[in-house]
């Protein structure tokens, strides 16, 4: 199982040439396995985007979040209270980002690696990284 950070998750779906070689590897391993979380914060961040109009899509923002959260071996994860908490405590240095924050808390949370291309937090210690 692995979380894909809200980036990768795009790139996924609208251009995987974008994921370095070591992520699609791992994205179609765990898609096979039905293991891809993506959190709802995701969901969120990426309409909010739209919505500032920071991203763009071939469709309107309801049909794409739909194909997204369709594609085979995704599963998005509810905001879970724990999560919520864990991100106001993460070990610091870590930015401030809310939605970076509870990312990273669901992947620690579920025991298993963050696929990302954030610098922040591919170079943040305290959880596990694919990229």
Do not use: N, Q
């Not at 995701?42 to 194909?67: C, M, N, Q, T, Y």
């Not at 998005?76 to 724990?82: G, R, T, V, Y």
């Not at 808390?105 to 025991?111: C, E, F, Q, W, Y």
């Amino acid at each position: 199982m692995i979380v894909l950070d809200t980036a990768p998750w795009i790139w996924w779906v609208a251009d995987p040439l974008r994921l370095s070689a070591r992520a699609r590897r791992a994205v179609r391993k765990e898609e096979e396995a039905g293991g891809l979380v993506v959190s709802a914060v995701s969901v969120w961040e990426v309409a909010w985007k739209h919505r500032l109009g920071k991203l763009e899509f071939d469709r309107d923002i309801r049909s794409w979040v739909a194909l997204a959260r369709a594609y085979r071996g995704v599963r998005i994860a509810p905001l879970e209270p724990d999560d919520a908490l864990e991100s106001a405590f993460l070990p610091e240095p870590f930015h401030r980002d809310p939605a970076d924050r509870f990312v990273v808390a669901l992947a620690k949370r579920l025991g298993c690696p963050l696929l990302t291309s954030d610098r922040r937090i591919l170079d943040y210690e305290h959880v596990e990284t694919i990229w």
